[in-house]
């Protein structure tokens, strides 16, 4: 039987999604116990991540250049990470952070580990494999930022403009999701996709998702 790319996206999200308690950060915070600090490190290690994931995604459209819905996709997200790293400036005033404090932090590999992965398949995967696993983390990513959204205005007295970062992740809308579908769909038609390996690249992206967030409990 044919599988649409609905029920291949479906099965990655489905199949590849972290199980209860794999965070153990986004429910402290949600509950108003982890420290401060936590959301500073956060914002400090995000510009960072973004600035490699935007990188990257470029270069996963040029090399998709031949399938044009796949292209989209990357294009998208490039653009999406041009906003996001606008909408962190609000969220490090928040944080009591200024530029010179941005420039001057040093990244902690355990929360690099995702960028750099992500770099690892722009370089190396079929970019809708890649389509893939992408697709199945920004799921869990989008519920943590959803979790932490709620929590910063509930528990720590952020404002609105603060956790507009969060608000812009904390869930795909449906030109998103049409734009996924629609390059998994030109995946399946020209027999690039691979869903073994795009499984792999997914798990692996969750794997180094969790790393993030423990990374920022780190002293």
Do not use: K
Request: with cysteine.
């Amino acid at each position: 039987m044919t599988r649409t790319a609905q029920e291949v996206l479906a099965d990655a999200v489905q199949g590849l999604a972290p199980g209860e308690g794999a965070n153990r950060l986004v429910p402290l915070i949600a509950a108003g116990e982890a420290p401060r600090e936590v959301i500073t490190a956060f914002t400090l290690e995000q510009h960072h991540v973004i600035a490699g994931d935007r990188h990257s995604f470029a270069h996963l459209a040029g090399r998709a250049a031949e399938e044009p819905a796949v292209a989209r996709f990357f294009e998208s997200l490039t653009l999406g990470e041009d906003l996001a790293r606008s909408l962190l400036g609000p969220l490090a005033t928040a944080c009591g952070l200024d530029e010179e404090a941005v420039r001057a932090h040093e990244p902690r590999p355990a929360c690099q580990a995702y960028p750099s992965y992500v770099a690892w398949l722009a370089l190396n995967a079929e970019p809708v494999d890649a389509v893939v696993a992408l697709t199945a983390n920004f799921a869990a990513w989008g519920g943590y930022c959803a979790a932490v959204g709620s929590a910063l205005r509930e528990h720590y007295g952020f404002d609105n403009p603060a956790c507009g970062f969060f608000d812009y992740f904390a869930g795909p809308g449906p030109e998103e999701e049409e734009r996924s579908a629609e390059a998994v769909a030109a995946g399946l038609a020209s027999g690039r996709l691979s869903e073994p390996l795009a499984h792999r690249y997914g798990r692996l992206l969750q794997a180094y998702e969790l790393m993030f967030w423990d990374g920022l409990a780190v002293r």
